[in-house]
């Protein structure tokens, strides 16, 4: 009666960022900007951790719009990257669709500005094809949260799985032992309440000596 | 298992407005009344630059409801206007019904006041008949947030969309280039970070002088 | 795939008031106290006005929790009183069960505090017995809103339909036309905003001279 | 160097109410409107209560702005009413001053509709002139709660003491033994949570013999 | 010991606008964006209205501080308009000073973005060389309300007076008499509560037909 | 169509606590700190009280992660207690499974830290075994509202239910004639509210001798 | 110009609690239950550790205001309890003026239920009289924030200094040197985040073995 | 009457810095983490950028305070570091005073945490010996809001002026012409929204080709 576990598999998972255009994060109210800052730049940085594929994705970078945020560009320099020439929804441009089924992968994890249009309408679209779609919602923003409540409802209702960037990792690393430095790092890097708690234990192990001392 | 993908079709849709009227306007205190207003506008004016055929129906104008918005009497002069001599569901009065089945079409766009009355009443009827129904959540409004939740799931769980008006404008244009420059009056017109965006836009390619020059 | 429409219905309903208690209200937190207070007083005049027959039960009244809120006492003189020797549930007193079999009805609107024990237990319990069933949430009360949003979630899931006195008292008068008097006293008395309008309203109907006359 | 305590007193206070009318009342958005009824019915059954003169004033009661409520109006058949011709400061009225003067006392005690306008400026105005004046803040509403705190920001530099119908209500009182039961009805009137330690103390006293004995 | 009531005049008014730049306002996150932007033009309209003087100034607006709101170079084509070329407090900028102190006015009411330095800079600036000054607070935005607090208890310490759009129109008008149409209509304009108020009563004094008469 | 009533039985219950560390909590954002803990305490105490089968887990308490909460440790001195080497989802490690397994139940309770993964995800993992779970939401914590309720959405999609720490106790107890001293012990502890009720109670009911005697 | 550091010292402050009654705390709405239990006990116990003196005052213990807390009473068997006969304003007490006389002391740290009454009136009548006076303003509480808000800007006017209990508990101790396991005990009892901290710690330094050991 | 307007120079202002240590930070909940980790990072930027003489203390770094953020070391090798032996107020430490009073300097820019004790406490100290004290109240963090408030309005009664970082920042710089690629480093690198104008302005300058081309 209710939807099956699908869990993330890291050879099936592709990361899709739509739209996270310069011009576009101004309209982002529902997230505060430090912090949804940091949450894309997580993805990024566990997509790449990760090298699970990724695929870029913006709308009319030239115009109000603006480019692409650097930082993506610059972590992902060899990743398809499709400019759409008009289409709102990316599924409706097939070289988006062909450059996902390029991978053989089943499971698309989506991340865009803003959320009811820019992640849900692929996210629905990809859905109605068959595919296992989880939505990356602290790294998706929009106006407000009235409107990313009405997002998340649709989505929802038609079978996304509502995920968070720090639950992605975790569901695609699975075991600590895989690489505890790695995820360390990842996470130390994104979150300061865990970045603090590897601070105080490294002074405690004496990794990092007191200035006082 | 999930509801299907239902997209908006713009050879399909109609779009209610329901008891959009002075008086009740007073009632809406979930939304603060600047962005309501805006949102309601909105409508108005995707309907009319998408030409959806449009029905307003509004319950006791002369009373203390209060008369519709003007702005929405001159926006469609022409439209079917139902006065609903009592009946609250708008769906409980055959000319409401047959003004929405004269169009011929199966996705039902609503907005109203107060949610869970004016909008949910129509949109669960309208399911149990077998359309398609929207609610265009943010430029429907009622009496605080908790009525609104309440409001929500029950239409969600009948199997309506929750909708906003800029996910319709896009859903319904589907590709900047049907349409560039009407587009991006519609956003402009309507969210004050859009028109910030394209005003700096324009000042940089040369389009607005500069005061200071 | 949805839930279909259950409206409620002048003579299948039965509104069932679960320990309204004077020490129990000071659970209550996720909605304000002149606001609960009214909603709570808002139901029982619902119930009255439209003489739906009304069950009341409560929990240990000498203790406590303390009596049941006088007003709805002095409401309900000839209502079955069910005082619970000790079910938490209250579907698990077979008087309670007893009492609503015997108004032979099927759409069971239930109100009570706390939300997640006293409103969803006897819901999920009635709903497992083939009832229809309708939380009034803005009657329903507890600790804050997580626990109310877990209660609401709860319920939905297992096919509780949840609405507010407002659409309660909406959906079972259908047409202003059956007592336009009535349902506007009814409104007038619990909403301030629309108690407004109506006093406008009549100043200018002349029903009302102006003090300054 | 600070304020120096100026106290409520029986002999010395006057309660003035400014333009609490049903239009005005549809932009109080800063409390919400329950909780404001009440508090403005609890200043004027205070004010009753304990006989304080108590003066009323209106802008235009026949335009938008609407009639008084009606309640104020039944409280204080015999009090000096004055419908302002067009002035917004009240103060700017010669016969809302002669009517506070009339009275000899020195402190004034405000509410209005809204705020920043129909309190601080004859409030302003007062302390100006050597009255000690002292803003019931939850009587008295405005737009939201910027234009409140900035209202509040310009009374409390000038000298306005703000304070609470509660606040008011217990520094004219000073000692329950003056009147136990009057105090306590006006409480319970007003406080639910009050009103619930009431009764089920009451209860317990044996004076609200429990239904289900 | 308190700060006497400093009461705008027509006759000592002048407003600054203060970096109301389309690049600077997606910093303003204390404040809703179309509630924000409805009170800088409101400011406008106001100061149109009144006739007050009115000065503009602005910062790089060739970077991506952006050109000023287009509808402010439209509303004040004569006004003056002070291009700062470096100064972040504009009062350092002799220009700006010179075009206040042309006025001969001493009353200097300031709206601008960000608060914490656009306003407060030269607000400071000016109360330290006599000056009254009156910040906007409402058409005055900032990065986020801990942000504003800070800046209205410094400029409040100094004896900055806080106030609103509202506030600033009626404390100007000071009596209706003095031209309701204008009033009416601006307060209609900026203020959709309001609005509502006059549709009603313009339809029930028959001014707007009822669409379904 | 929905769920059915699955009802906490004693003889099916178990509980299971996940990574309740003391560096873990402070990554706890969603509730506050007073709030949660006395949550968690909550639940040892009626998982003690109720002597429902509880199983400890934790995650590397050696490093940055901390100990878990003593007061945990102290309360389940024979309890299983699972310390994973490196599974991030608890199910993921056969020890953990195999002492749920041991215990022969089939309803899982299950309350942890963090919201999103380590209650999640066994969660998740049960559901698909087959088990019946449910989720203590208000012992459960993560960075904030928004992940919170991406987490929930997820779980409940899956077939988890949603409780709170009263329901479960609650739900498990049904009747207080089972044992009224035990369950007013277990809500006078956690529930300041409650306690109060009772304080004035037993001094009513002459049990606490006012100290004012 | 402004006030000048008055520093809590432990030979000059007298603590005095005011009316924390069982049911008076119901009426506590601006701080959550929880929390707000837990400052009013870590009052009680600075009060001990520090050893100073304290005075309890209630008001009305046989009716519904109820018992003073248990726990205050308990805490403090020794120290002078004022059961005011019906004085509002503790100062108007002869025996509790005497009792704060009878120390010699000149700082007086009140809290109390409810603010702007049994906190604000002896503190405003304490200043009149030339005493230093302190609020601890998180273990007073009252009706909802605007109440709070309008009681602290009453009392921060007329010169008293609001503090919280752990600036209190901070400024006494002045050198951790002083006792660093008392003031640790203190904090840990009585802050999470802090008990989290010393957990952790204590682990890593051996104190505390890990359970998985 | 009231304060002058003090305003901060580069030849006059030392930045003090308060216990921002890993441990303490995890108290800190007035303040998102990630926006808080960002100000308190962009107020060591800004110190270093315009080279204003900084001075770094902190408490007990061995124990479950923690160690100074990591960071913060990294940017000030060189800066007079106090670790102080157990005095709670900086102010108390002569070593502390003796390095500020070392500087020559008057105006004294401090954050820290917990901002009620150890922004607060030295702050007041240092009024109290006739400096300028600015407190930079978004690098400056504490237990919630409410405890907040109460550690602003001490401060700023007695004479404390608060500020923010970009406040500090800008009235440092003064003019942009002094260094506008530095300074518009500094503001790119901690707020968002200014580096995605920047971002879109570069690009449409051609500074940044788009990805698509």
């Not at 720090?166 to 300061?192: K, M, N, Q, T």
């Amino acid at each position: 009666m209710s939807k099956p576990y699908s869990r993330l598999d890291l050879d099936q998972a592709v990361i899709l960022l739509v739209d996270h255009q310069a011009g576009l994060l101004s309209l982002v109210r529902d997230i505060e900007p430090d912090k949804f800052r940091n949450n894309v730049l997580a993805v990024a940085d566990l997509a790449a951790y990760f090298r699970v594929p990724t695929i870029l994705t913006t709308s009319f970078e030239e115009g109000p719009n603006g480019p692409l945020m650097p930082e993506l560009k610059a972590k992902f320099p060899d990743a398809p990257f499709i400019a759409r020439p008009g289409q709102i929804n990316a599924w409706d441009h097939a070289d988006f669709v062909a450059a996902i089924r390029a991978t053989g992968r089943r499971q698309l994890v989506i991340a865009g500005v803003v959320t009811e249009v820019c992640v849900a309408f692929p996210a629905l679209s990809a859905i109605a094809e068959g595919f296992e779609v989880f939505a990356i919602t602290d790294a998706s923003g929009t106006f407000d949260p009235l409107v990313r409540d009405a997002a998340w409802n649709r989505m929802s209702a038609a079978g996304v799985q509502l995920m968070t960037w720090f639950a992605v990792a975790c569901e695609l690393h699975r075991d600590w032992r895989r690489d505890v430095e790695g995820l360390a790092s990842l996470l130390s890097a994104h979150i300061p309440d865990y970045r603090n708690l590897m601070t105080s234990y490294a002074a405690l192990k004496g990794a990092i000596p007191s200035r006082a001392a």
